[in-house]
C-alpha cells in the first residue's frame, strides 16, 4: 500500500471500526422501564462499508476492537457482527481482520474459528487483561493458543497498554515469534513508545510482518519508523484526509505530509481536551457520516450535545466537514 521500498509491504488495514448501537424500545410497564438493553443495529453496517469506500476511501477494515466495543459485546453478538461485515463488505473491501481477543482463552479461540469459517482475512488478539500474563513466555502462550484455533488465518497482536495494563514491550514480544505462532503476520501498535515500535521494525526487516500503528495524531512519526500501515478510530472520518498525508509520505514531500499530520492533530488535540473516547467516536462518526452510530453500550456514556456541538464547529472550521459559511473566511482551514 505504501510504496517500494522494502520495508514497506502488504497492504494493511486502515480502519478502526465502530459498532453501530441503537436503542432497544424501552417496555414500559407500571411506569418502570423493563428493558433498557441497547441493541446492535445491524442494519447500517451495509452503508458503512459503502460510505467508508466511497467517500474515506478506506478498504481494510478492522472489526470488533476498542471502537467497535468488541469487548462489551457477547460472543454471539461478536460472531454476527463479524458475519455482517464480511457479508456485506464482500467484493467491496480488501482485508477484513477481525478482533478476537477475549479474556476466557476458550471464548477467544471460538471467535478465532468462527472468523475463519465466515472468510475473514486475519484475526487479532489484545492480551488478557483481568488475570494478566506477567511475562512474554505467558502471553506468548496464550497468543499461540488462540492462533491455532485458526491456523490458516494471518494473525496480529493488538498491542494496546494503556487499555490493557499489559506492558510487555511490544519489541521483545516478537523476538522468535514465529517458532511459536507460525501465522503470526504482524502487530498493531497502539502505544505512543517510538522506541518499542522503531526496535519491533529495525528488528524484523527481513520478515515480511505488517507493522500497523493505531495512535492517529502519531502516525507520520511511525511511518518515518517503518510503518507499513495504520488502524485507527478516526480513519471513519478523516480516511480521506490521512491518506493524503500518506501519499505525501510516500512521494517524498514530507513538508505537506507534516501540513496534513499537523492538521489532523489540531482536530485529535481539540477534541482530546473536551475528553475524547470510544463514545466520542461514534457522536462524530454519526455527524461527519450522516450513518446513526447509535451510543455506546454502558459502562460506557453517551458523548454529550455540547461535545457534538463543539466538534462539529471544530470540524467546520477545519475545513474536515462542509460548511459554505465558514469557507474562504477562516484561517485555521487545512489544504
Ligand atoms: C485508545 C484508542 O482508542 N486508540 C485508537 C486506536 O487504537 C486511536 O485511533 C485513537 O483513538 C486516536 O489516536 C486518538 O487518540
Ligand atoms: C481504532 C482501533 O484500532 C480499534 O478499534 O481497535
Request: hydrophobic share 45%; glycine share 8%.
Amino acid at each position: 500500500m505504501l510504496g517500494h521500498e522494502p520495508l514497506w509491504k502488504a497492504p494493511a488495514p486502515l480502519a478502526g471500526l465502530l459498532t453501530t448501537l441503537k436503542h432497544a424500545f424501552p417496555k414500559w410497564q407500571l411506569g418502570l422501564v423493563v428493558s433498557h438493553a441497547l441493541e446492535i443495529n445491524f442494519s447500517v453496517i451495509g452503508r458503512y462499508v459503502d460510505y467508508l469506500v466511497e467517500e474515506q476511501g478506506v478498504k481494510n477494515v478492522f472489526v470488533n476492537g476498542t471502537t467497535g466495543e468488541g469487548l462489551s459485546l457477547s460472543i454471539s453478538e461478536r460472531c454476527r457482527v463479524a458475519e455482517e461485515w464480511v457479508t456485506k463488505g464482500r467484493n467491496k473491501l480488501d482485508q477484513i481482520v477481525i478482533h478476537v481477543g477475549a479474556l476466557s482463552l476458550k471464548e477467544s479461540q471460538e471467535l478465532a474459528q468462527h472468523a475463519a469459517e465466515i472468510g475473514a482475512d486475519g484475526i487479532a488478539v489484545i492480551a488478557p487483561f483481568f488475570l494478566k500474563p506477567w511475562n512474554k513466555d505467558a502471553l506468548i502462550n496464550f497468543l499461540k493458543e488462540v492462533a491455532a484455533a485458526a491456523p490458516a488465518l494471518p494473525f496480529y497482536y493488538y498491542h494496546i497498554p494503556a487499555l490493557t495494563g499489559v506492558k510487555i514491550r511490544a519489541e521483545e514480544l516478537l523476538d522468535g515469534i514465529q517458532d511459536k505462532i507460525p501465522s503470526f503476520q504482524g502487530l498493531k501498535f497502539s502505544d505512543t513508545d517510538l522506541l518499542d515500535f522503531g526496535q519491533c521494525v529495525d528488528q524484523n526487516r527481513q520478515r515480511q510482518f505488517a507493522f500497523l500503528f493505531g495512535v492517529d495524531e502519531q502516525l507520520l512519526s511511525a511511518l518515518v519508523m517503518g510503518a507499513t500501515g495504520a488502524v485507527g478510530s478516526t480513519y471513519n472520518y478523516l480516511g480521506k484526509k490521512t491518506k493524503q498525508m500518506l501519499e505525501a509520505f510516500e512521494r517524498k514531500d514530507f513538508s505537506s505530509a507534516l501540513s496534513h499530520q499537523f492538521c489532523i492533530q489540531r482536530f485529535i488535540n481539540f477534541v482530546v481536551k473536551l475528553g475524547f473516547g470510544v463514545s466520542q467516536t461514534k457522536a462524530i462518526m454519526t455527524l461527519v457520516s450522516g450513518i446513526p452510530m447509535g451510543p455506546p453500550r454502558l459502562p460506557l456514556q453517551k458523548a454529550s450535545r455540547e461535545f457534538t456541538d463543539n466538534a462539529e464547529a471544530k470540524l467546520k472550521s477545519l475545513d474536515f466537514l462542509s460548511c459554505t459559511d465558514l469557507k474562504g473566511g477562516d484561517m485555521e482551514a487545512c489544504s
